[in-house]
C-alpha cells in the first residue's frame, strides 16, 4: 500500500538557501533538502488501485502557466506540542486554485476529503518531544533574518513515501506538467 502525496518539487538552488535554517534547534530531525517540496494534498496510505485512480485524475489536470512559489519565513506546527519547523509559502491565489483544483481530483479518484485547512510551507524539520515550546521559541528568535525565496513551478509531481514513518527519502513517482 503506496504512501502518496502530491507537490511541488523545490529547486536546488532554493533547497541550498533553506539549509542556512537548519541546525541549532534541539529535538530536530532535519529533513533533507533534496526532499523538500510544498504538498499540494497528502494522500496517504493508499490501496494500489486507488492510487492507478489518482494518476489518471491528475492527468486531467487543467493546462497553467508555471506560477511564482515565494516562502516568506519561518514558522512552527504544533503551538504547545512543536512538531515541525517549516519555511511558510504566500498563498497566492494561482498557487490555491492549483491546490483546490488537486483536491477535487484525487476525491474524484476515490480518495477520502482532506479535513485540514491548506498552510502552504515547505518542512525543514519534524520535531520530537523535547523540542519544547520555548526552545522553538528561542530557535525562532534566534534564526538568520529570512530573506524571501521564490522559484517558479511547472509541474505537480506525485511523491511515495516510506511506509509508516513518514519523510523521506520521497520518490519521484509521476509528473504532471501545467502546460
Do not use: N
Not at 25 to 36: H, K, N, Q, T, V
Not at 110 to 133: C, I, N, S, Y
Amino acid at each position: 500500500m503506496p504512501r502518496l502525496f502530491t507537490g511541488l518539487a523545490v529547486p536546488p538552488a532554493i533547497a541550498d538557501a533553506l539549509k542556512t535554517y537548519q541546525g541549532g534547534l534541539p529535538g530536530a530531525r532535519w529533513i533533507e533538502p533534496g526532499d523538500f517540496h510544498v504538498t499540494l494534498r497528502f494522500l496517504g496510505d493508499i490501496e494500489a488501485t486507488v492510487a492507478d485512480d489518482v494518476v489518471e485524475a491528475l492527468a486531467e489536470m487543467r493546462p497553467r502557466p508555471a506560477l511564482r512559489v515565494t516562502l516568506d519565513g519561518l514558522g512552527i506546527f504544533g503551538g504547545d506540542k512543536p512538531r515541525a519547523l517549516y519555511a511558510a509559502v504566500v498563498p497566492e491565489a494561482s498557487l490555491m486554485d492549483l491546490q483546490a483544483e488537486q483536491e477535487r481530483l484525487v476525491r474524484r479518484a476515490g480518495v477520502e476529503p482532506e479535513r485540514r485547512k491548506f498552510t502552504p510551507h515547505v518542512t525543514l524539520a519534524r520535531l520530537r518531544r523535547d523540542a519544547t515550546p520555548e526552545a522553538t521559541a528561542m530557535y525562532l528568535s534566534q534564526a538568520p533574518v529570512f530573506a524571501p525565496l521564490s522559484f517558479d513551478a511547472d509541474r505537480v509531481t506525485l511523491f511515495s513515501a516510506r511506509d509508516l514513518t513518514g519523510g523521506g527519502p520521497y520518490v519521484a513517482e509521476a509528473e504532471f506538467p501545467f502546460a
